[in-house]
Nanobody, 120 residues
Framework: QVQLVESGGGLVQAGGSLRLSCAAS????????MGWYRQAPGKQRELVAR???????NYADSVQGRFIISRDNAKTAVYLQINSLKPEDTAVYYC??????????????WGQGTQVTVSS
């Protein structure tokens, strides 16, 4: 059974940092791109960062320069380093396994989410 399990969320002051982790089990990690999404209260879930199995990364404009996505293929884990946190970064953060077709990526597997709360 393929699973994604996130950890590392918490309450942090504005300007602080967090590192989110996602442990992946099953075959999805070795063949798929992975992504981090977030969903704030009353808002749609949005892609924050994506990394292919070859290590190519993409970021949402709102987090470019502050967030860093990485993956450890040996540990089948993907990470999101979040720096210079802002109150508007408050959301539930989800790890996702992605399928790709003709350059378009779509989530096919979700973790349970981890809450990040940023106080001003």
């Amino acid at each position: 059974q393929v699973q994604l399990v996130e950890s590392g969320g918490g309450l942090v002051q504005a300007g602080g940092s967090l590192r989110l982790s996602c442990a992946a089990s099953g075959s999805i990690f070795s063949t798929n791109a992975m992504g981090w999404y977030r969903q704030a209260p009353g808002k749609q879930r949005e892609l924050v960062a994506r990394i292919t199995n070859g290590g190519i990364t993409n970021y949402a404009d709102s987090v470019q320069g502050r967030f860093i996505i990485s993956r450890d293929n040996a540990k089948t884990a993907v990470y999101l380093q979040i720096n210079s946190l802002k109150p508007e970064d408050t959301a539930v953060y989800y790890c996702a396994g992605l399928s790709s077709s003709w350059g378009t990526y779509s989530p096919i597997l979700w973790g349970q989410g981890t809450q990040v709360t940023v106080s001003s």
